[in-house]
């Protein structure tokens, strides 16, 4: 019996360390997370943001950012998995520009 409680305390803490880890992966990431800086010129200028066949991702340590240029979805994949976060709002639209993004890198949004 007490062998049994060790194992559920050991895979306890395990599971708290571990979740622990995944989050400050997801922080440090979000941290770093910086969005595309269109310059005078109007080309952009944040070149860690790359052509997927899809749209545009951008790597992270544990998480990276995904913008589906023909929905308009924005995805994160953790440890490969992908989780479907939310579509792009209006305020993000006029701020961050990812229509013009995603047609200088040969897209056709319909977002």
Not at 33 to 58: C, K, M, R
Not at 62 to 77: A, P, R, T
Request: proline letters at 4%.
């Amino acid at each position: 019996m007490s062998f049994i409680r060790s194992l559920k305390v050991i895979f306890t803490y395990f599971s708290v360390l571990i979740t622990i880890v995944i989050l400050i992966g997801a922080y440090r990431d979000y941290q770093d997370f910086s969005p595309a800086d269109f310059g005078e010129s109007g080309n952009e200028q944040n070149q860690d943001l790359f052509a997927t066949g899809t749209g545009i991702v951008q790597r992270g340590r544990v998480m990276d950012h995904q913008l589906d240029c023909s929905k308009g979805m924005i995805y994160i994949e953790l440890y490969q998995f992908r989780i479907p976060f939310r579509k792009v709002s209006s305020t993000g639209i006029d701020m961050e520009k990812p229509r013009e993004a995603c047609r200088a890198r040969g897209f056709a949004p319909t977002f």
